[in-house]
């Protein structure tokens, strides 16, 4: 039986190390957040292997983005 999978999936990937760069964090605290659920950052794990997305670490930071209220200026 053969599988007709889309590859793509796993051609924008980055690892925990490139990923920690990305989000100024530590790999040990990307660690924590995939072992407590602390953050919904979605990834991908094989194996021991360990992977992110990088749409889901973009929208990670897009979700995470906080603008200063309006000041109103008279």
Known sequence: MRYNMNISVFTDRMTPEEASHILGVTINTLAVWRCTRRYALPFVKIGRKVFYRSDDVKNFIEQHT????????E
Request: charge should be neutral.
């Open 66 to 73: 906080f603008c200063k209220p309006e000041t109103h200026h």
